[in-house]
């Protein structure tokens, strides 16, 4: 596996992702009784935002670093800007932003396949019993952990997609995942290149989901092109109440705030169930 996500961390996808992810968290955290959050694929946790690499290209200067400094009018992205900027210097990952926020009645089995990247995992943790870090596969851990003894859980699935076939194991695995745990939320996190594409992918993930989705979107470039990274998206199974209503608030606020590409947008969008 080339993928290393520290080229990648704080960009404006990962933005996307984690403004989303705190908020999914907190609507779980509204309830006093615990839950599981499930993170397939954690990546290290904490990435340096300057040392090491070629500042002048680096992802973050157009993701995060747009927001560093700006005070945000939606609530979701205040609270996310704040833990994301708790350690200046280093920008949080899913992981990181989850271990933030967890209580003690709440458990995290964050998963990662490459071995040094999860020993990075590992030491950027301070160690918690409600906290488990496994270096291994995160698609098999939806079998092995599913449905959680709390009967309450945040599974966020978040694939490099290195290869086409990626597309379609995740859809299984979803399947799979909601078959033993079909209450949870599950928040899985797609690249977008061209918008057909991505409409027939979801299409297909909402057959076989068969619950209540809800799509978000950001894109900085027109998704026609097939080639780079034009726009990100995250499928929400079992949206949590109220999570699309404040969404409509803070996504086109945060694409204001990123957006210096014409043919940028976003969009959200409810899709019912199928009928049976
Ligand atoms: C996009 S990054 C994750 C970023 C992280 N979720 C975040 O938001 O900070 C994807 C990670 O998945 C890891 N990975 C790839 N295949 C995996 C698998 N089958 N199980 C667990 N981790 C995997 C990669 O090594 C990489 O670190």
Not at 123 to 143: M, Q
Request: hydrophobic share 45%.
């Amino acid at each position: 596996m080339k993928y290393r996500h520290s080229y990648h961390a704080g960009n404006f996808a990962d933005v996307h992702k984690h403004v989303t992810l705190v908020a999914l968290l907190d609507a779980l955290l509204r309830k006093d009784a615990g839950f599981l959050y499930l993170d397939t694929h954690a990546g290290r946790g904490s990435y340096p935002l300057e040392a090491g690499r070629d500042t002048s290209q680096a992802e973050w200067r157009d993701g995060v670093g747009k927001l560093l400094g700006t005070t945000p009018r939606a609530a979701e992205l205040t609270r996310w800007l704040a833990l994301a900027g708790a350690e200046a210097g280093t920008y949080p990952g899913s992981p990181l932003l989850a271990a933030m926020l967890l209580r003690p009645a709440d458990r995290a089995a964050l998963f990662e396949l490459q071995s040094d990247e999860c020993a990075a995992l590992h030491d950027s943790l301070t160690s918690a019993a409600r906290i488990r870090v496994a270096c291994g596969d995160g698609y098999h851990a939806l079998k092995a952990l599913l449905p959680p003894a709390e009967r309450r859980g945040l599974i966020f699935i978040d694939p490099p997609y290195e290869e086409p076939a990626d597309f379609d194991r995740v859809i299984d695995a979803l399947a799979n995942g909601l078959q033993r745990f079909a209450t949870g939320v599950f928040c899985v996190w797609a690249p977008v290149k061209h918008a057909t594409d991505l409409t027939r992918w979801v299409g297909k993930l909402a057959r076989r989901a068969a619950r209540p989705i809800l799509l978000s979107q950001l894109w900085r470039a027109p998704r026609d092109a097939r080639a780079g990274l034009a726009g990100s998206a995250l499928v929400i199974v079992n949206p949590p109440w109220q999570i699309e209503a404040r969404m409509r608030e803070w996504l086109p606020e945060l694409q204001q705030l990123m957006a210096n590409h014409s043919g940028a947008g976003y969009e959200v969008r409810s899709i019912p169930p199928p009928a049976p």
